[in-house]
Structures are given as C-alpha cells and as structure tokens.
C-alpha cells in the first residue's frame, strides 16, 4: 500500500473530487499560482486550470460568503483558509450565514461547502496564527467539524466532506503534513461521524483528535515502555457530528478517561466530553475524568515554551500517571 | 403613527396629473400593456396594505421581535423585480417583505412567517428578516447589515461559472456601505467581472444615523469608480425611472459581465422597525412632505390616471382588494398552528433532514 504524507493525501482528495464533480471547485489564497502556502493545493491549478481552482485577493468575509452564496445555486466550493485563525475575518459568513441560513429558510436551501485549512499551533507563529477554533465551530448547530489526525483519515474524511450537503469545517495541521501513512490507491471514504481506535489498550483510555491523537500515541509508547501501563487511544475524527459511542465503549472498558485537544479549556471540545461521558458513563468511572488542554493563555511565541503550552507526550503521560 | 391615505386611495379626484416621467418613453416601459401597468400598480398597492396590516398585528402582539416595514419603498422592489429575466436572481437585507412580494410569494405564507406560524414560508424558523424563496430566485432575507452583499456576488459567481445568462439583483442599504464585507464584494465583482448588480436603497438614514452622518466621499454609488465599476443614482419614486435604469444594469450585467452600483433615492415612513422612535433623527414634517410629493403609490396612480389606464373606480376596487387580501393572510396566520418542539431541530441539516442520503454517524445534536 502506498506511503504518502498528509499533505499528498488532501491534495489527492481534491484531485479527485474535482475530477469527479464539475461542481466542484477551489478558492482561497495563494492556492493556485502559488501552489498554496503549504503546498496541499500544489499542481492543481496546472491541472484543472484557472476556472476550478481560483487565486482570491485578500479578503476572507468577501470570498467565504461568495462561496456560500454560490452554494446556494449548487456549486460545491472548498474554501482554504490559510490560517484557521483568520476564520474570524469571516465569522459572520461562516457561523452566521453557512451555519443558519438552511435553518431560517425553513429547509428549503442547503449549503455544500467545505471550508479547510490548518488549525494549529506549535509553529512559533505568535497567538493571532495559531488558534484551534474546532470547539467554537462545533458550538454552532448547521455546521460540521472535522479533525483528521493521519494521511489515511485526511484523504477519506476530506472526500466525505466534500461530498456532503451541509457545510463541514475541515481542519488540518501544518506539523502533520509531513507525516506519512500508509494510504489505499483505490478510492476510500471515511465517513464523518466515526472514531478511530488508534491503539488498544486496557488501563486507561485517551481521548483526542488531531495532533494531540499524535502525541497521545507517542505518551502511550512511552507509558507502556516506562510504566508498564496500557493506554487506549481514541482519535474522534469527527467532532461535530461525534461518535459518542467509540468513546463510551472505551470507558466502560478501562473506566479511566483522560481527554487531550490542543484547544483552550474553557468550553473545549473536551468539556463536551466530559460532560457526556459522567451523563452516560458515571458507574464505569473509578477516577474523576481528567483533562489535558493548551496552558490558557494565548499561544505564546517563545519556541521552548509553546512547546510547554501545547500537550505534548510528557505532559499527557504525566497526567495519565496521577489518574492510576 | 399611522399613514395617511393619499386623497386617491380614498377615491377623491387626483391632484392635477403630474408631467409624465420621460422614463416612460424608455422601450421598457413603453412596451408595457395595460394590464401590465395595472399588475405593476397593484403589486405596489399589495405591499403598501400588507405592511399596514403586518404593523396591527405587531401592535397587537402577533408578531415578535423585529418588523422592519418597506412602506414609501414600494416603487423600488416592483420596479427592479418586475425587469428580471428568467435567469436574474435576488437577494436583500432585513427590510425584505417588499421584494418577496414583488417575487410573488403568497400574503398567507408571508403573513404566517411573521406570525411564527408551522406554515409561514420558513416554517415559523426565520421570521420577518429572513423570507426566502429558491423557486423564485429569491434568496432571503437576511440580517445582519451588509452580510448578504457576499452571497449575492457568490450567486453571481455561479451564475457565470455556469454559463448561465443571468445577473444577481444584490440590495442593501445606505447603512450598509461601510460594511467591510461590501466592499469586498465589490473588489470581488469587479475583478471577476461578475453579473451582480447592487442596488442601495438609499432611505437617508441607516436605523437613525443619517446617510451624511455614516457616509464619506461623494456619494454611494460613485464609490463604484474606485473599482471600476459602472454606476447610477436613480429616483426610487418613480416606478418607471426604477424600471428603464434597473433594465439597463442588468444588461450590462448579463450581456457584458459588467458589474454595476444602482444607488436608489427613496425613503421610509415608519422607522428603522416598528419599535424605532424616529422623532430623535428626523421631524413629522419631513416624512409628510415627502408623502405629499413623492409617493411612490400616488405618483404612479397619477400617471396611469392620466395614459387611461387607472380609473377612480380600478383603483378603488385594487386598493379594497389588497386590503382584503392582507386581512385574509392575517386571519390564515392567526388560524394556523405553531410548529411543535420537535421541530426545532429540523431544518438545520440536510442529512438529518434526508436520511436515505445519510452517509455520516454519530451524534449531531446535543443536550
């Protein structure tokens, strides 16, 4: 089975579905001419020319609601963000606009969009380029969300997305591009909805998605190696919609939970957890429910200490180790 | 504070006719048939009592929230929609009950809407900002200022990558030009060459700030040249005028893919909403000289009293009918039901809404 990175695996997922829906189309920044700014959209533009895949001008609010209004006729743009942070630039089109208008129209319009890009830190890119909005967005009923962890889980996922009739938030990670997994040649789809179990295991189980999936994996070598303990990982995937289900499987199985996301605290995807998890799951817990988030402050910029902020493999072990 | 009717609508004789609009030599308007300019009279005479009768309603506690009326607007959406072609779209702000009407959508499901009845045009989800009606070409509805002025220019970007023959109608107010979003739109639309056409309803004041107090530059529209951008000021009174200039952006739009500015001189009787106490911004006399001399309503029954095409006793029987009709969608939306609880989370997803075309898992709603 083919190798390729995660970058190569969305840029295959839009080569794709550009050639399978003439509907289809790319807008965003530098993503043509340029080949992207990281590169996903690369040799696109030369493919399927300058009508699919468009060069916008600076101006996010304008062309995410240009993309949303062409939805409307059946157009299905994926829309790149450079930088998730600057979905703010276009707060209003996005969760205002994409996320209600099918829902104020009674039904009668729906919105095909996908709107992508990476929603990360870890860069030393300062706290306005590194937000994880997944948790604000999944906050807003009428979008989807989605945080592919692996080149395997990018390219299905991105497919589905764009597939899908309702408007999916799709965010990527600019220090997962370069990771490679082994990716079928054929055609695949992962659907949205759907976790992954991404080690087995019985002393605890961890919760993440994204790159935090990633370093949960690397605490969990090292938890097995250093501690003989034997941690579960449970990439989401998909946060909105979310498989509860996985999730609550995991618990009842090891009755410890300890939940890692690389976005704030307050009102984090892992606070949704845990609230779901102590409603269904309270009698399968033998341990409060722990947490490792982003330090709450904005994403600090010194090189050393973003890597402190972020949770990284020995802070996630850490936490593991004062729940056993 | 109620509007007066005008001495017509009350079946008096009309002032001396005013000198005819030489908009309605233009072939546009000239080609039109009897019957026509009658149907474009009585649309107008449609939205005019149906906002009259929306704003009892409100007073009486049917209706909640916001109710922005199109009164002493009428002339601007009859005109603009009464030009589209098969393949024109529209989409508009918050003060939308006007262009739904012009589109054809019923008084009863408008009415309802209103009402948050089950069977309003939005099933009672959207309420007076947000009529839409994709089977018209009318897209909403919308209200946040200015936010709809993207998806006009996007629905103008799909027109074109389809092929399409067709522009985008692309209303908002004097309020919303100071929008960042407007103007990229506007860059949007000039640089790609997009069949959109913004109309600002210029009503003078944005809420209560006037358009002298928002504004810099010259003018609205002009604003179009720092984009190189065709635009026009025109009288949003006069029915045909709105018409003959409308016609002529839209073919720009559509044959040239040039995109344009129609800035639209006209004004409101009523406040921002219902609830606005406009004596802080602008004086009763104001408002009165305009309804004296600038009617969109009596301006046109004075001209089409004087081509013979309006009698005393057809504007009567127009005017008692639209009166008639906005009571019965009144009483249709008093009649009908609320939507239930287990509504509220219908119409927020395609998939759950479709599903044997579901395709993802999981859970999409919580508690």
Same mark, same amino acid.
């Given at each position: 089975m083919p190798l390729i990175t995660y970058r190569e695996a969305l840029n295959q997922a839009l080569a794709e579905e550009l050639e399978r829906d003439p509907n289809v189309l790319l807008l965003g920044e530098e993503i043509g001419q340029f080949n992207g /700014?990281?590169?996903?959209?690369? $040799?696109l533009l030369a493919r399927f020319g300058p009508k699919r895949v468009i060069d916008a001008p600076i101006s996010e609010a304008g062309f995410v609601g240009l993309g949303v209004g062409a939805s409307m006729l059946g157009l299905r743009p994926v829309i790149e963000?450079?930088?998730?942070?600057?979905?703010s630039v276009a707060f209003d089109q996005i969760l205002n606009n994409a996320a209600n208008i099918r829902y104020m129209s009674g039904g009668l319009i729906n919105i095909p969009i996908v709107i992508r890009g990476p929603a990360n830190g870890?860069?030393?890119?300062?706290a306005t380029h590194s937000l994880t909005p997944e948790n604000v967005c999944a906050n807003h009923p009428g979008v989807k969300v989605v945080c592919p962890a692996t080149a395997y889980d990018a390219k299905g996922l991105l497919k589905s997305a764009i597939r899908d009739n309702d408007p999916v938030m799709f965010l990527e990670n600019t220090i997962l591009y370069n990771d490679r997994s082994e990716v079928p040649a054929e055609e695949f789809l992962v659907p949205l909805g759907q976790a992954d179990v991404k080690r087995a295991g019985t002393d605890l189980t961890i919760v993440a998605h994204g790159r935090a999936v990633m370093n949960s994996l690397k605490a969990a070598q090292l938890l097995d190696a250093e501690h003989d303990v034997s941690a579960e990982v449970v990439d989401l995937?998909?946060?909105?919609?979310?498989d509860e289900e996985t999730v609550l499987a995991s618990v009842r199985k090891t009755n410890r939970v300890l939940l890692v996301e690389?976005?704030?605290?307050?009102? $984090?995807?892992g606070a949704q957890l845990a609230y779901l998890i102590q409603e269904k799951a309270f009698d399968e817990l033998d341990a409060p429910i722990k947490r490792v988030s /982003?330090?709450?402050?904005? /994403?600090?910029?010194s090189p050393p200490l973003e890597k402190e902020q972020l949770p990284n493999p020995q802070r996630i072990m850490t936490a593991a180790l004062e729940m056993l | 504070m109620t509007p007066k009717p005008s001495a017509i609508a009350e079946g008096k004789d009309p002032a =001396?006719?005013?000198?005819?609009? =030489? !908009?309605?030599? !233009?072939p546009i308007n000239a080609r039109l048939t009897k019957a026509e300019r009658v149907d474009l009279y009585r649309t107008m005479m449609r939205i005019r009592r149906f906002e009259e009768r929306a704003l009892r309603a409100y007073q009486q506690g049917r209706i909640g929230g916001f109710l922005h009326l199109y009164i002493g607007q009428e002339a601007v959406a009859v005109g603009s929609c009464s %030009?589209?072609?098969? *393949?024109d779209h529209v989409i508009t702000a918050y003060r939308d009950h006007g262009h739904a009407i012009a589109v054809g959508m019923s008084l009863n499901e408008l009415m309802a809407e209103l009402y948050g009845k !089950?069977?309003?045009?939005?099933k009672g989800k959207g309420g007076s900002m947000h009529f839409f009606d994709p089977s018209r070409k009318f897209w909403g509805g919308h209200?946040?200022?200015?936010?709809q002025v993207p998806l006009g220019t996007g629905i103008a970007f799909a027109l074109k990558y389809r092929d399409i023959k067709g522009a985008c109608l692309t209303f908002l107010g004097d309020?919303? %030009?100071?929008?960042g979003a407007v103007h990229e739109a506007y860059n949007l639309a000039a640089l790609w060459r997009l069949p959109v056409v913004f109309f600002i309803e210029?009503?003078?004041?944005s809420m209560g700030t006037s358009q002298r107090r928002s504004s810099a530059g010259a003018g609205l529209a002009k604003r179009a040249e720092g984009y190189g951008m065709a635009w026009e000021v025109c009288n949003g009174h006069d029915l045909y005028e709105v018409r003959e200039k409308t016609d002529r952006m839209l073919q720009l739009a559509r044959d040239q893919q040039q995109p344009g500015l129609l800035e639209i001189m006209t004004y409101r009787y009523?406040?921002?909403? %219902? !609830?606005? =106490? *406009?004596s802080t911004y602008r004086t009763k006399e104001e408002i009165e000289n305009y309804r004296r001399t600038k009617d969109p309503l009596t301006l046109i029954h004075e001209t089409l009293a004087a081509e013979g095409v309006l009698t005393p006793e057809l504007a009567k029987e127009i005017d008692a009918a639209a009166r008639a009709e906005a009571d019965r969608a009144a009483q249709f939306a008093e009649e009908s039901p609320f939507p239930q609880?287990? *509504?509220?989370?219908?119409? %927020?997803?395609w998939e759950e809404d479709n599903p044997e075309h579901k395709r993802s898992q999981g859970r999409i709603f919580f508690d």
């Open positions: /700014a990281y590169k996903v959209t690369e $040799g963000l450079m930088f998730w942070s600057f979905y870890g860069t030393n890119v300062g995937r998909s946060i909105r919609p979310l690389e976005n704030k605290p307050f009102c $984090g995807v /982003a330090i709450d402050a904005p /994403a600090i910029y | =001396p006719a005013a000198a005819a609009s =030489p !908009a309605s030599r !233009a %030009v589209m072609q098969k *393949d !089950a069977t309003g045009c939005s209200g946040i200022v200015g936010g309020g919303a %030009v100071n929008q210029n009503n003078g004041y009523r406040g921002h909403s %219902v !609830a606005d =106490p *406009d609880v287990g *509504d509220i989370c219908q119409d %927020v997803y």
